[in-house]
């Protein structure tokens, strides 16, 4: 069987299309600019490739077009479209109702609007790539893969917010965590490397890119997770804030007038290494500022290694101790720089870096702690669309209709 797994975003369907049980995709590519003047299709193939002017007002003709692709006779890697059985779709907020990957039907689909309070701007368009993908592929049953889901584990202690326990209750106001495809690819990939089990290690990963985020996994559950109720919350990222005093968001308000559309701005895309540099959202650039003398992009480097040392502190304290630390994400997998700075002077915790392991392993999985190092520091590129592809492999195989899926579909 084919599984086509699709990111469906705001004006952009990311996809691969893989063979089934092999993680190298025969097709990846995205349909860009949906519904703007200058949309492309990208499609690379092992043979080719091509990024074609299309016209994709929408992401259903966007779907259609990139449908036509895979079958096309000259670009084509699909014969019958019936060859593609099922499409795996990648979910932001599964909110408190899914805590697995699901088999969509129309009850999920209820369950996914409700949601969309909780994500305004990520479940919509997901929603929208979902309508489109079993309208244009009938016949393939269609799997929802949710960033949350593996967050569902974290204790009421580490869920709540200290607010009163009705905004909880009544409006789902509480820390759900992202990036949560990204790892269980991690933790899995983590454990064949090491040879153990999920539930004999405790764990700490970050996915340091643009969004950051860490966890702090113990027997191969997450206890706890930086992000809260949205993706803000947490380590600096690109440009978003992390942890901030609410209280800044008041005297933003109240003493530079300030709209609350405007904060959400501020605070989403103007801040974080971006905002701090005043550069950009980009390590290397700030890399280079730092080389030519900018001492802006210095510190925005250092707020940015700083705030995950500490909460390297934090989860080992929650973990009750750490047996294993990944990297991964852009930054974790390519920064040599940053995978130092967060873990200088981490020795009394039990973590020490191996230079030259460090430094050499760019870009590719690696361990970068020394012999002598407590804790295992591994780089784990990570891969959601291939986990995407698991679970809705091992989903349509159980023909699971219910949450329970995820048990099948994890790798352990
Ligand atoms: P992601 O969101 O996971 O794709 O990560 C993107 C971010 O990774 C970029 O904004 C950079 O900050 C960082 N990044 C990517 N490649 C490199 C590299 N070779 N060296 C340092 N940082 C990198």
């Not at 989860?315 to 994400?329: E, H, I, N, R, S």
Request: glycine letters at 10%; proline letters at 4%.
């Amino acid at each position: 069987m084919k599984v086509l797994v699709i990111n469906s975003g705001s004006s952009s369907i990311k996809y691969r299309l893989y063979d089934e049980s092999n993680p190298t995709p025969l097709v990846r590519g995205a349909v860009s600019r949906i519904g703007q003047t200058g949309s492309t299709l990208d499609y690379t193939s092992y043979a080719e490739h091509q990024c074609l002017s299309v016209a994709a007002p929408t992401h259903e003709a966007g779907l259609r077009l990139l449908v036509d692709s895979l079958l096309d006779e000259r670009l084509g890697v699909v014969r019958d479209v019936r060859e593609i059985g099922a499409v795996g779709h990648r979910a932001v907020h599964g909110g408190s109702a899914f805590r697995g990957s699901v088999l969509i039907d129309d009850a999920v689909i209820r369950k996914m609007e409700e949601c969309v309070p909780l994500a305004p701007l990520h479940n919509p368009p997901n929603l929208v790539g979902i309508r489109a993908a079993r309208k244009i592929l009938p016949h393939a049953e269609q799997v929802a893969v949710f960033d949350t889901a593996f967050h569902s584990t974290m204790p009421a202690k580490a869920f709540l917010y200290a607010l009163p326990y009705e905004y909880y209750e009544r409006y789902g106001i509480r820390r759900y965590g992202f990036h949560g495809t990204s790892y269980r690819y991690v933790l899995a990939r983590s454990c064949e490397i090491l040879r153990c089990k999920p539930s004999d290690v405790r764990m700490i990963v970050a996915h340091l890119g643009n969004g950051s985020s860490m966890v702090a996994i113990d027997q191969g559950r997450s206890i706890d997770t930086s992000m809260g109720l949205t993706p803000l919350e947490g380590l600096m990222m690109g440009s978003r804030s992390g942890d901030i005093d609410p209280g800044v968001i008041f005297h933003l308000r109240r003493e530079l007038g300030m709209g609350v559309d405007q904060i959400d701005e501020l605070l989403n895309t103007k801040s974080g290494l971006l905002g701090v540099s005043g550069v950009s959202n980009d390590v290397r650039d700030l890399v280079e500022g730092v080389a030519a003398g900018n001492e802006r992009c210095a510190i925005a480097l250092d707020m940015f290694a700083y705030r995950a040392k500490k909460y390297i502190g934090a989860y080992a304290a929650a973990l009750g101790g750490l047996d294993v630390m990944v990297f991964t994400g852009g930054i974790g997998e390519n920064s040599a720089l940053v995978r130092e700075m967060i873990c200088a002077d981490l020795g009394f915790l039990g973590l020490e870096l191996d230079e030259d392991r460090n430094t050499s392993t760019v870009g590719a999985e690696g361990t970068i702690s020394a012999d002598s190092s407590r804790v295992r520091i591994l780089v784990v590129p990570t891969d959601e669309e291939w986990m995407i592809m698991q679970d809705t492999l091992a989903i349509v195989r159980s023909a699971a209709h219910e949450p329970k899926g995820y048990a099948h579909a994890r790798i352990a």
